[in-house]
């Protein structure tokens, strides 16, 4: 029998997972002559590399047989040990029915929470828009997604309380809500504390979990209350998911959760059988670079970095895009969201032009569940160089213009 | 609403992870003075710390920049690269149809495969009996497993022949078979040359995939064919799995999977959602450990010291075992089975007694999936010292003596 067609092998689950838009452009985007405002890449000037030499040749020298052996589930207890610290000192309250799980990249902690929390046709509340990577785990286990809407105070609390009033008459109940709170990717805002409230609220009254994301709270750029909703629950319904790939390097794959410990248990259960654990040598040197204030060191010089590429990202904007769009003022993160001027253009079909033209960026509508947002596209500011960035928008209105006419 | 009991959140399939005893019990011996037979541990010894503090400077400071940022999903470029000639050295063919995709541990290999292969309810042989690991990760997709025995010249595809033509005159089919065919885990044997070309003659005419797990094929004692049943096959079925976790190290957490590229890619779409990628450093620096050649450095060295623990071993259960005790003489890997005089007798109970009295192993059940092997253990030689190996076996032996009292 022949294998030229292995469709007959493949597993009904697989359908279900749909390539990346984003990671797909950036084969594509990585082999040309492009300017990138895709990705979601930190800049590598804030990669610590000597720092890394000098800490890399410590933990071998002096933790070796350790740091290269196997190491538990839930991750090294003394990284776990810096983690919380390092969340204590932002505000992020972890409590004594509380604990942590290192995972391998916040998307393993999706992937995780996905298997471990989601059954098939769970109703599950999305922002409109969201995050890609957890549309895409969330998706393997077949849930009924819900979108609420964002505006500048991040998504709408009080359109959120009308549908679960809703659902709940009709005998339907929501299971979990994802949510970016503090400086969101793809839309660049943050959740009012008011609305934090209202949410936090909400889950108690209709009893559901809350995931909260948050990889990007070190990146503001207006003053910010950013409590987080973990801290504003006593409950421990709030999973509270973050990386080390913004702040220290996002070759590390390092990760984390913190949730209540039974829900802990769990998730140490199921990531076993995913990988075991994450790798033991980059959980020590991200211990090291914790304790010794390396990463607040890269968060400070990344964060003087990120707002000054925003604001040309920006300038750029108002100087050359066509009449016409709007886009978002990010008060956090790494990202600008861009919508065209008429409600039945797709950025998606004008993307391959886009890169034909010399500039990419990734397409709206997959960051939307509820199948909107085709006429807007996320543009990012942190990897680009400056100059690429006043390029890329220049490029970039021009191929509007030219669709427009 | 209380939190206090999570249980109502927690999806259905969570039900079907178990608990692996080798981790759970790790956890017990970590903390107590007990010589550990359990594990798989690497020795220490053989991880090259000094070269890798070379590794992590010239990397860092020549290629840092990649070597820090997010990379592709399938693996580094020169990595895989470096792995395809490692593995041709070895003699397992990758053809032009394959390709090569890195996955975090073999742990993660065998995960995507689940994922991505199995549906409820396919019909998956495995051995009897087989590595733990690969039954709880096949376990998540919920298929039927099928258990064929091993002798001491593998598995005894005689026996599934006889399977395999009663289940498709029943109409079943089977999707895929798991094997370790080299220095099987727990076994210690190796499958016989002829028994591999017949099952992959069965693969083709009863339509499925193998998997080849290929994790100690370095550690054979004795002159042996290792002939991989990839090489075997020029269909495109096998699916071949391995890491470096035994010959570099397990806190990398690096392995690959090498398959018809049809399959890989849905391999990549499912690993997408999983991790994004495996940590690109820690492929940075295996990619410069296989080329400098410090890899088959440690696998001599680990090699030479794997023997020598093997034969400690042996002397040992020669010199002081109850009789009537049956263990296998392993001829390959890291594993020595031990089966009690009678058939009533339960490693499982008795852990407890013997992790009190001194001595840890892990109970032979959770190896088979047909229920069987309770009166079984698996005892590991790589990691501890050979005193305790020595001491280890006089404590089992004890144990075991009053047992049968």
Same mark, same amino acid.
């Given at each position: 029998?022949s294998?030229?067609?292995?469709?007959?092998?493949?597993?009904?689950?697989?359908?279900?997972m749909?390539?990346?838009?984003?990671?797909?452009?950036?084969?594509?985007?990585?082999?040309?002559?492009?300017?990138?405002?895709?990705?979601?890449?930190?800049?590598?000037?804030?990669?610590?590399?000597?720092?890394?030499?000098?800490?890399?040749?410590?933990?071998?020298?002096?933790?070796?047989?350790?740091?290269?052996?196997?190491?538990?589930?839930k991750?090294?207890?003394?990284?776990?040990?810096?983690?919380?610290?390092? @969340?204590?000192?932002?505000?992020?309250k972890?409590?004594?029915?509380?604990?942590?799980?290192?995972?391998t990249?916040?998307?393993?902690?999706?992937?995780?929470? *996905?298997?471990?929390?989601?059954?098939?046709?769970?109703?599950?509340?999305?922002?409109?828009?969201?995050?890609? #990577?957890?549309?895409?785990?969330?998706?393997?286990?077949?849930?009924?997604?819900?979108?609420?809407?964002?505006?500048?105070?991040?998504?709408?609390?009080?359109?959120?309380?009308?549908?679960?009033r809703?659902?709940?008459?009709? #005998? =339907? =109940?929501?299971?979990?809500?994802?949510? /970016?709170?503090?400086?969101?990717?793809?839309?660049?805002?943050?959740?009012? @504390?008011?609305?934090?409230?209202? %949410?936090?609220?909400?889950?108690?009254?209709?009893?559901?979990?809350?995931?909260?994301?948050?990889?990007?709270s070190?990146?503001?750029?207006e003053?910010?209350?950013?409590?987080?909703?973990?801290? @504003?629950?006593?409950? #421990?319904?709030?999973?509270?998911?973050?990386?080390?790939?913004k702040?220290?390097?996002?070759?590390?794959?390092?990760?984390?959760?913190?949730?209540?410990?039974?829900?802990?248990k769990e998730?140490?259960?199921?990531?076993?059988?995913?990988?075991?654990?994450?790798?033991?040598f980059?959980?020590?040197?991200?211990?090291?670079? %914790?304790?010794?204030?390396?990463?607040?060191?890269? /968060?400070?010089k *990344?964060?003087?970095?990120?707002?000054?590429k925003?604001?040309?990202?920006?300038?750029?904007?108002?100087?050359?895009?066509?009449?016409?769009?709007?886009?978002?003022?990010?008060?956090?993160?790494?990202?600008?969201? $861009?919508?065209?001027?008429?409600?039945?253009?797709?950025?998606?079909?004008?993307?391959?032009?886009a890169?034909e033209?010399?500039?990419?960026?990734?397409?709206?509508?997959?960051?939307?569940v509820d199948?909107?947002?085709?006429?807007?596209?996320? $543009?990012?500011?942190?990897?680009?160089?400056?100059?690429?960035?006043?390029?890329?928008?220049?490029? %970039?209105?021009?191929?509007?213009?030219s669709? %427009?006419?």
């Amino acid at each position: 029998m022949s294998m030229s067609n292995v469709s007959r092998f493949i597993a009904r689950r697989v359908e279900l997972m749909r390539s990346s838009e984003i990671r797909e452009l950036l084969k594509i985007v990585g082999s040309r002559k492009v300017i990138s405002l895709a990705g979601g890449l930190p800049d590598p000037q804030t990669f610590p590399k000597e720092e890394l030499v000098r800490i890399c040749s410590k933990v071998l020298m002096e933790r070796g047989d350790s740091a290269l052996q196997y190491s538990p589930t839930k991750g090294v207890d003394e990284f776990r040990y810096e983690l919380i610290k390092f @969340l204590s000192n932002k505000g992020v309250k972890v409590s004594k029915d509380d604990d942590l799980i290192v995972t391998t990249g916040s998307q393993q902690a999706l992937h995780i929470i *996905a298997l471990t929390l989601i059954d098939p046709k769970d109703y599950v509340v999305m922002e409109l828009p969201s995050y890609l #990577g957890a549309i895409n785990a969330f998706r393997l286990s077949e849930p009924n997604f819900i979108g609420i809407p964002l505006d500048d105070d991040g998504m709408n609390t009080d359109i959120l309380e009308v549908r679960l009033r809703r659902l709940y008459a009709e #005998g =339907k =109940k929501v299971k979990l809500l994802y949510t /970016i709170p503090i400086a969101h990717n793809p839309a660049g805002v943050t959740m009012s @504390l008011d609305r934090r409230k209202h %949410l936090v609220e909400l889950a108690e009254k209709y009893d559901f979990l809350i995931v909260e994301d948050d990889p990007y709270s070190s990146f503001t750029y207006e003053p910010t209350d950013t409590t987080p909703l973990k801290s @504003l629950s006593s409950s #421990g319904r709030v999973i509270y998911v973050s990386t080390l790939s913004k702040i220290l390097s996002p070759g590390f794959r390092i990760g984390w959760i913190v949730a209540h410990n039974d829900i802990v248990k769990e998730f140490e259960k199921c990531k076993q059988s995913l990988d075991l654990h994450t790798p033991t040598f980059t959980q020590y040197l991200s211990a090291e670079a %914790l304790r010794t204030g390396i990463v607040n060191s890269v /968060i400070e010089k *990344a964060k003087a970095i990120y707002k000054r590429k925003k604001d040309v990202m920006l300038e750029a904007l108002e100087d050359y895009m066509v009449p016409g769009c709007w886009w978002s003022r990010p008060v956090g993160g790494l990202f600008v969201m $861009l919508r065209l001027p008429r409600e039945d253009m797709n950025t998606s079909e004008m993307l391959l032009d886009a890169i034909e033209a010399g500039v990419a960026y990734v397409p709206g509508a997959s960051f939307y569940v509820d199948g909107s947002g085709a006429n807007t596209m996320r $543009l990012n500011f942190s990897y680009p160089k400056e100059e690429q960035i006043v390029e890329g928008i220049k490029i %970039l209105s021009n191929v509007i213009k030219s669709r %427009l006419q």
